[in-house]
């Protein structure tokens, strides 16, 4: 089992930064992949980033690609999102989702475990 428990969201004008970080409980942080996956008013849960199982890989939607960063600490069991350049299309619950895979998933039904959810909402 793994338990994951996301923070960093909260409120910020367009162009600003957030950075949404997951805390990992259980397994060993190195046996699964990482991923965040968001979910706007209205909309299906859609893939943002992902990362693998030691960091030497990650993966973007195209709407995350210049302006998010998907990374992790094993040593700490914490995996982070930085989020730049925001904008108002963004805002959404920001999930955090881990996956025993061995190759790094890009959809949600591929993922073993999801954290509760953390809102970010970028003002116009």
Known sequence: QVQLVESGGGLVQAG???RLSCAASGRTSSNYAAGWFRQ???KEREF??????????TYYADS???RFTISRSNAKNEVYLQMDSLKPEDTAVYFCAAALA???PTTP???DYWGQGTQVTVSS
């Open 16 to 18: 600003g930064s957030l």
């Open 40 to 42: 706007g008013p209205g």
């Open 48 to 57: 943002v980033a992902a990362i693998s199982r030691m960091g030497s890989r």
């Open 64 to 66: 995350a690609k210049g």
């Open 102 to 104: 061995v190759v790094t």
């Open 109 to 111: 039904n591929r993922y």
